[in-house]
């Protein structure tokens, strides 16, 4: 069974940095597309930043040059680093994993707040 869990969330000022981890257990990094989520009060979820089958990267435009996506294969491990953060980034951080293009699995979310 596959699990995903975030971690790393919390309050900083503009500015600022967090690191977000999501550890997962059941299921391998390789081939697997595997991304960072977010969802902000009254907002849809959307796309931060992920990899793709192939291992290549998206990000989302806000987000780019500010954030970094990366994973430790040994630790299954993904990790999501956030520099320079701003107040519009505040939201609920989900980390999901696509299993063979068809399951799909969410970790509990983390929440990250930004103050001005």
């Known amino acids: 069974q596959v699990q995903l869990v975030e971690s790393g969330g919390g309050s900083v000022q503009a500015g600022g940095s967090l690191r977000l981890s999501c550890a997962a257990s059941g299921s391998s990094f390789n081939n697997n597309v595997m991304g960072w989520y977010r969802q902000a009060p009254g907002k849809q979820r959307e796309l931060v930043a992920e990899f793709t089958r192939s291992g290549s990267t998206n990000y989302v435009d806000s987000v780019k040059g500010r954030f970094t996506i990366s994973r430790d294969a040994t630790k299954n491990t993904m990790y999501l680093q956030m520099n320079s953060l701003k107040p519009e980034d505040t939201a609920v951080y989900y980390c999901?994993?696509?299993?063979?293009?068809?399951?799909?699995?969410w970790g509990q979310g983390t929440q990250v707040n930004v103050s001005s």
């Open positions: 999901k994993q696509v299993v063979a293009g068809l399951f799909v699995y």
